[in-house]
């Protein structure tokens, strides 16, 4: 079936390094995608979002890289902080409904000092 | 900067109970969710709720499942009868008008555990 997942369950940087977590996704008709941060003991949060017409998006020291032909999602954290360190987990859906949104399983990211 | 709450935590439940799941959105939104997390598992979608209504509801979501806005800042999920798989995280996310449909503010979860 359609599947969302992640590249690396576990990614260790050095504070103030860049990281970068990957995402593959399978399901070709979803025109959005989201990247999601838990902390520990913490609900998820939004952190950006893609839209399929689209192929890169910035936001506050993130940047989303959409590449459509091989169906493969990135987020770049610049200048990786301790505050970074979390569960990061890619989603798809489509249409704007919330039923369709379907969760990757996550990327734990260490921020080393 | 105002934040979801859940009430309780942690819920510990016997098989068959009813529990009440409770949730306080960020006061202007209007768009409501509930989603789940099996420990070790993938978050999962519930139930969408607007306009004092339930806008999409996914397979999970039977009907031994109910969400409520009894009032104008709780938002309820009941759970009639639990079953050992309802053994999970829940979490409850409210948004705004407009802006990204996917632009979710999620609370902390209540973790529910049925014995």
């Known amino acids: 079936g359609e599947s969302v997942g992640l590249h690396l369950p576990t990614l260790s940087v050095q504070e103030g390094d860049n990281s970068i977590i990957n995402c593959a996704y399978s399901?070709?008709?979803?025109?959005?995608f989201i990247w999601y941060k838990q902390e520990s003991g913490k609900g998820p949060q939004f952190i950006i979002d893609?839209?399929?017409?689209?192929d890169k998006r910035q936001g506050q020291r993130v940047t989303v890289l959409l590449n459509k032909t091989v169906k493969h999602l990135s987020l770049q954290i610049a200048a990786t902080q301790p505050g970074d360190s979390a569960v990061y987990f890619c989603?798809?859906?489509?249409?704007?409904?919330?039923?369709?949104?379907?969760f990757g399983s996550g990327t734990q990211l260490t921020v080393l000092p | 900067e105002p934040e979801v709450t859940q009430t309780p935590s942690h819920q510990v439940t016997q098989m068959g109970q009813e529990v009440i799941l409770r949730c306080v959105p960020i006061s202007n939104h209007l768009y409501f969710y509930w989603y789940r997390q099996i420990l070790g598992q993938k978050v999962e979608f519930l139930v969408s709720f607007y306009n004092n209504e339930i806008s999409e509801k996914s397979e999970i979501f039977d009907d031994q499942f109910s969400v409520e806005r009894p009032d104008g800042s709780n938002f309820t999920l009941k759970i009639r009868s639990t079953k050992l798989e309802d053994s999970a995280m829940y979490f409850c996310a409210s948004k705004k008008t407009g802006g990204s449909a996917y632009e979710q503010y999620f609370g902390p979860g209540t973790r529910l555990t049925v014995t």
């Open positions: 989603a798809e859906a489509s249409s704007g409904s919330a039923r369709q949104l379907t």
């Open positions: 399901n070709s008709a979803s025109d959005y």
């Open positions: 893609i839209r399929s017409n689209m």
